[in-house]
Nanobody
Framework: QVQVVESGGGLVQAGDSLRLSCTAS????????MAWFRQAPGKEREFVAG????????NVADSIKGRFTISRDNAKNMVYLQMNNLELEDTAVYYC?????????????????WGQGTQVTVSS
């Protein structure tokens, strides 16, 4: 049974930083790409950032480029999302997901196991 668990969300002010963490168990973590998606109220789930199996390739959405960084530690089965200079528009539930393969994909249907999500709320 594959389990994905996110942590690190919370309430912060605009301009603050936050780091989300995600751990996945039940499969060989290092064989799969990982990604973060988010879903704001009334909006569809969107890709935020992804990282290849080795960590050698990362992709981030244009809307957060330069502010968010994704990384992974395969020895610890962990993936992280460092979020800097948070904006009101970053308020959403953030989900971590495991990929079907080794490379980063940008659509949710390319990810098979999802966490329950962690809420990030940015206030002014």
């Amino acid at each position: 049974q594959v389990q994905v668990v996110e942590s690190g969300g919370g309430l912060v002010q605009a301009g603050d930083s936050l780091r989300l963490s995600c751990t996945a168990s039940g499969r060989t973590f290092a064989r799969y790409a990982m990604a973060w998606f988010r879903q704001a109220p009334g909006k569809e789930r969107e890709f935020v950032a992804g990282i290849s199996w080795s960590g050698g390739v990362t992709n981030v959405a244009d809307s957060i480029k330069g502010r968010f960084t994704i990384s992974r530690d395969n020895a610890k089965n962990m993936v992280y999302l460092q979020m800097n200079n948070l904006e009101l528009e970053d308020t959403a539930v953030y989900y971590c997901a495991t990929g079907l393969g080794t490379l980063v994909q940008f659509t949710a249907d390319q990810y098979d196991y999802w966490g329950q999500g962690t809420q990030v709320t940015v206030s002014s």
